[in-house]
């Protein structure tokens, strides 16, 4: 029942933009923390951003500091992460995930060890 769908990933030629969506159904948004990941093939799972359920802090890797932006619609149970200036190793499959909690350390794995809703991932690939 309870469950996080992402959606928006597809094919886009370097220098241009993608918004990807994170849908989240059987539990309130407004309580959890939600962070983005990626991870490309034979690479390990990395934190790009995430967006703290108490205050609404944002935080990002120093990877797309400046071009990505994450954001909630608890109206529409919905987290997003606009992606700009895409480049080639920004490819990869796109996770969302969430916790029940809060605080600064959200782009780490670990964070998400307690509850540790994922979704499926959507696939990202940037190329001319």
């Known amino acids: 029942q309870v469950q996080l769908v992402e959606s928006g990933g597809g094919l886009v030629q370097p220098g241009g933009s993608l918004r990807l969506s994170c849908a989240a159904s059987?539990?309130?948004?407004?309580?959890?923390?939600i962070g983005w990941f990626r991870q490309a093939p034979g690479k390990e799972r990395e934190g790009l951003s995430c967006?703290?359920?108490?205050?609404?802090?944002?935080y990002y890797s120093d990877s797309v500091k400046g071009r990505f932006t994450i954001s909630r619609d608890n109206a529409k149970s919905t987290v997003y992460l606009q992606m700009n200036n895409l480049k080639p190793e920004d490819t990869g499959v796109y996770y969302c995930?969430?916790?029940?909690?809060?605080?600064?350390?959200?782009?780490?794995?670990?964070?998400?060890?307690?509850?540790?809703?994922w979704g499926k991932g959507t696939l990202v690939t940037v190329s001319s």
């Open positions: 967006i703290s359920s108490n205050d609404g802090r944002t």
């Open positions: 995930a969430a916790e029940p909690t809060f605080g600064s350390s959200c782009l780490g794995l670990e964070y998400y060890y307690g509850v540790g809703y």
């Open positions: 059987g539990f309130t948004l407004d309580y959890f923390t």
